[in-house]
């Protein structure tokens, strides 16, 4: 079983020298972004430069996150990039139909993509958006801009939609989603707290904005000595006696248990970031 990635690092798509710093960070998946973190009057430059980047090869998987759909720009930053061999993917913010996937997978002829909910209404569609079309590969939530429009001060505000988001990837035969970005870059006790809470309701991995996070999330997600071990035991019974069974201390075990094992297993077998 491949290891998922656990780590998204976003780098501004207008500062090329960033964004070469962002690849040989360490993350998984590297996000350049053309939207939120770009000045209305840098767009141009920075759809230029990271079309030029995505030309040849990249030394990680590298996304872009375009626009929004329903406005110009949008569509200039799919035609621009979309086609590119460098791509390794496109994320769309602020989906609220299953109709924007739709379209995007027909004009851009099949680029994986990666849904950013991060409304009310997208969260309401959170499962037809993640069912719309084979290029879908994720869902994930746009926290910053969800908690703007519900208009949500605590943080246990969210949790509702962030459990909504989990189930309808799991519904939709999706990955899990990986967390929103933890915006204060110094708070790395915190980082890691919101880290185990995100595990505990089912995300796997996060997006980050600084490189100094990455080491956080990772060791928030791998798995503990512990788990591990668990994990070690329920594989080697079932590799003995396929079939449900019940193990020597009383743990009942059958094919999803089991599944979730080999998952454990898989992140314990991919590098932690130094």
């Known amino acids: 079983m491949t290891a998922p990635p656990l780590t998204w690092l976003y780098a501004p798509g207008d500062r090329p020298k960033v964004v070469a710093k962002a690849l ?24 230029e430069a990271t079309a030029e ?18 406005g110009p720009l949008g569509p200039a930053d799919l035609a621009a990039v979309a086609a590119l061999p460098g791509l390794s993917g496109l994320r769309l913010p602020k989906v609220t139909s299953p109709e924007q996937i739709t379209g995007v997978a027909e004009a851009t002829g099949g680029p994986p993509l ?19 079309h084979p290029s879908l590969r994720g869902v994930f939530l746009g926290e910053a801009d969800l908690r703007a429009d519900l208009g949500v001060r605590g943080d246990a505000g969210l949790d509702w939609s962030r459990s909504r988001v989990v189930v309808a990837a799991r519904a939709a035969g999706l990955a899990p989603p990986a967390q929103s970005v933890h915006p204060d870059t110094r708070d790395l006790e915190g980082l890691a707290a919101s880290c185990a ?5 089912g995300f796997l991995g ?15 997600y791998l798995p503990t000595e512990r788990e591990l071990e668990e994990a070690e035991t329920i594989v080697k019974a079932a590799t003995a006696q396929p079939g449900a069974q019940a193990l020597p201390d009383g743990r009942f075990i059958d094919a999803a248990v ?9 992140l314990a077998r991919r590098p932690v970031i130094a």
């Open 197 to 201: 809470h995100g595990r505990a309701l």
């Open 114 to 132: 990666y849904a950013l909910l991060e409304t009310a209404l997208g969260v309401e569609r959170a499962y037809g958006i993640a069912a719309a």
């Open 24 to 47: 040989a960070a360490g993350a998984d998946v590297v996000v350049i972004d053309l939207e939120d973190a770009v000045a209305p009057d840098r767009k141009e430059y920075a759809r």
């Open 206 to 220: 996060r997006a980050a904005i600084h490189p100094r996070q990455l080491p956080i999330i990772e060791r928030a």
């Open 258 to 266: 089991v599944a979730t094992a080999r998952r454990t297993l898989s």
């Open 53 to 70: 980047l995505l030309t040849g090869p990249q030394p990680v998987p590298v996304h872009v996150r375009v626009n929004a759909l329903d």
